[in-house]
């Protein structure tokens, strides 16, 4: 088995909005907004941007609850959601929505809407928000 080492990020706040704005580059470069139909054509370019917004999203999560450990370097939802209730109901609703909505809806399943991509990326950034409020 490999052994993973814990990246330990300098500044995760800054690092996270980085990867909300890589994921509204793509979508916005690559994915090609169709604006009759408000619908974006490539849905490669959907599940791109939407991986691209949870990994920020786990980032930041990572930096603020310590979910990651040497023994479980890949934690479930559920690791995440258990340490967010502990601390903070709301953020933990933020999480599970942006779960949903990120991870699944747009991530997996590459849904095209375009709203659904803008609230992927509203949610995102009121993950990094809140999280940036709790690390300060």
């Known amino acids: 088995m490999r052994s993973f080492m814990i ?14 704005q890589n994921a509204k580059d793509i979508l916005e470069e690559k994915a090609q907004l169709d604006t009759e139909t408000k619908l974006y054509k490539d849905r490669k370019y959907v599940r791109m941007a939407g991986n691209t917004l949870w990994n920020g999203v ?7 609850f310590q979910v990651k450990t040497a023994k479980r370097p890949h934690p479930k939802i559920k690791d995440y959601q258990e340490k967010i209730a502990k601390r903070d109901l709301k953020l933990l ?7 949903e909505t990120i991870h699944i809806s747009m991530g997996y399943d590459g849904n095209p809407t375009k ?7 509203t949610l995102a950034t009121d993950i990094i928000t809140r999280c940036a409020t709790m690390i300060a």
């Open 115 to 121: 709203q659904v991509c803008s609230g992927g990326i």
């Open 58 to 64: 786990l980032l930041i999560l990572d930096a603020t």
């Open 7 to 20: 990246e330990s990020i300098v500044d995760p706040v800054t690092e996270a909005q980085r990867y909300v």
């Open 93 to 99: 609703d933020l999480v599970t929505v942006g779960y």
